[in-house]
């Protein structure tokens, strides 16, 4: 029997994110776990350097994906809302690690093709790194047709994710 104590799930607050959340805490209840919701924010490119340090980035935008993490509630779940500041990748590996994840659960866009090749793959890549098994999940076509996303929008074939 899989041993589940702790699930992590990286937000970026997308439809697909949303979807894979519920996924997570699906588990989350059935498995008595505990549930670690994660939003990594980065630093824009542009953002210039000021002597000897980097400027971080505004109270406000801070304060508004606190604000927005935390109204992701999920009832009859022990939940842990975390921000923290990096590259999407390290930082989930790095969460995972500390936290001693017995599972990761994250969204994926499900791009093909030139487009992932070109945009790269926040999934793909801890897929790849993870040292815990990672599942993504996939917003069923008919969710992506009625937000409107039917440039991702095709046919699932087969029973694999």
Do not use: W
Request: proline fraction near 5%; glycine fraction near 8%.
């Amino acid at each position: 029997m899989l041993g589940l104590r702790t699930i992590l799930h990286p937000t970026d607050f997308s439809p697909n994110s949303e979807y894979a959340l519920h996924v997570a805490s699906a588990l989350a209840r059935d498995y008595n776990a505990n549930l670690i919701l994660l939003h990594v924010y980065s630093v824009p490119v542009a953002m210039y350097g000021y002597g000897e340090g980097m400027l971080p980035p505004k109270s406000d935008q801070l304060e508004t994906l606190t604000r927005e993490l935390h109204q992701i509630q999920v009832a009859d779940v022990r939940l842990t809302h975390l921000l923290v500041e990096g590259d999407a990748v390290n930082e989930i590996l790095r969460v995972a690690n500390e936290n001693q994840a017995d599972l990761v659960v994250m969204g994926t866009h499900g791009r093909r093709g030139l487009k992932r090749l070109l945009m790269g793959s926040v999934a793909e890549m801890v897929v790849r790194r993870a040292s815990c098994p990672v599942l993504t999940v996939r917003t069923p076509v008919h969710e992506e047709a009625l937000s409107g996303d039917t440039q991702t929008a095709e046919p699932m074939v087969g029973g694999g994710v």
